[in-house]
Structure formats: structure tokens, C-alpha cells
């Protein structure tokens, strides 16, 4: 499959997709304190997407049940809400899609609560700092490698982690998931060759531990093997010649953080 290349007005759309997007993951970390629970972060964000206009792009994936994905502690990604109490030191990452006049937006933002070990935290700045790496590869004419090895080089050759090869970045658009695919990790020059105007969603997942996952009973949760954390930031982003634009943001939700007291700062 070819990689599609977006008109501006496209564009515009999945721009909107993701602001949405970008909103209620903030209103999400707004509730996000020990005692709470996955269920009721989703219900927030289901409804919050529906009062925007749009449609919780994950709700119904592949018989996937709900708007977020919640992946605790040692979960990778694509784990299923559940009325499991966050309590004090877990990591939690939140993702979540939005569909809105025919186009996708796709992120996810790794919060912690209270005290989180040291090691733990840096993890996951580590892992959303790689994100930002990887997204000043993604110009047109570099390849899906290029990214991947700025992320691999930063998580694994310059800080102790492994970043899992199972789950890769995808292209965005019509489809939650569109060609190409986006690894963590790999060589330059290797890959596909990115367009002016393709949309990528880029999210580096990372291991503190090994960097081998396995799939959980419940058959769409992704855990480590070796049973320690992993971390998860997605942004959407548009690719053009001299630097990306970055589609969804952090601004608000790393608000969110901030105005949290029961939130660790990154
Ligand atoms: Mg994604
Ligand atoms: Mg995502």
C-alpha cells in the first residue's frame, strides 16, 4: 500500500481531530488521582469526544470496548479500562483516538501517581523526550528508520532501556492505522520514504527491563515478560521539509499535570 498523501483540507481535518483529541485527554488527567479507576477515565473521555462531535476511534476496533486504552505499571499498550483503583506509585498510560468528519487523531501521555520511583520516572521522561527526537526526523525525504533510530539510540545506547519492536507507529488519516509503519528502532536510511504532507502518528513505547512483551488473558493487553514498567507517548504528526507539525499536544494535558496535585511532574 502506498502512503497517503494528504490535500490541506485534510489536513485541516485531522488538525481538528486532534485538537479534540488533545482536549479530553487533558480533561482525563484532570480526574486522574489515586482511587479513581480506568472505567471512569474512559467514561470521561467517551464523553467528552461525543460532546465535541466526534467518535472515540478505538470504541469498537476490532471489538475493542472502550475510548481509551489504560496500560498500568508493567502494561506496554491496548489495555482495557477496568474499575482497578490507581493508587500510589503506578504509572498509567492513556490512549486514546479520535474519529471526526472522516479522519483520525492519535495520541498517548504516561502519567504517574504520587510517588513514583525515581527510576521509573525517568523512564518516562526518557521515553516521551525520544518521542520528540524521533518527531525531527520525520521530514520528507527521510525514511521510517531514521526516526526509528533517533528513538532506539536515545532510549538504548544512550540510557538503559529497551524500546519494544512488537508495536510500531502508523501512518493516520481516513484509517486509525494507514501505511507506513513507524518502528522504534532501526537502521538510517532504512524504511519507507516519508512524503511532504503524509500524517504519522510516532510513539515510542519503552521498557525499564527487557524489551521482550507477551499478550495478557485478556487478549488485548500488552505486558512486559520480565513484569517491569513500560512508558508510552503518541503524537500526530505532519510531515513536511524542513520540520515537522505536530498535530496533537501536550500543552494542555502537561497543564493538567501541573494543576494535578496528586500527579508526579515529569
Ligand atoms: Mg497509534
Ligand atoms: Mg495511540
Known sequence: MAIKIKTQEEVELIRKSCQVL??????VIKAAKAGTNGLALDKLADEFIKDCGGKPSFKGYHGFPNALCISMNDEVVHGIPTGVE???GDIISLDCGVFMNGYHGDMAYTIGIGNVKPETLQLMRVTKESLLLGIEFATAGRRTGDIGFAIQDFCERKNPY??????VGHGVGKSLHEDPQVPNYGRKGDGAK???????????????GKREVYTKKDNWTIGTQDGTPSAHFEHTVLVKPVKAEILTSFTAIEKAVQENPELVKI
Open 22 to 27: 488533545s482536549a479530553a485527554l487533558a480533561e
Open 86 to 88: 490507581f493508587k500510589d
Open 162 to 167: 529497551k524500546c519494544v519492536r512488537e508495536l
Open 194 to 208: 516519508l512524503p511532504e504532507n503524509c500524517v504519522i502518528a510516532i510513539e515510542p513505547m519503552v521498557n525499564l
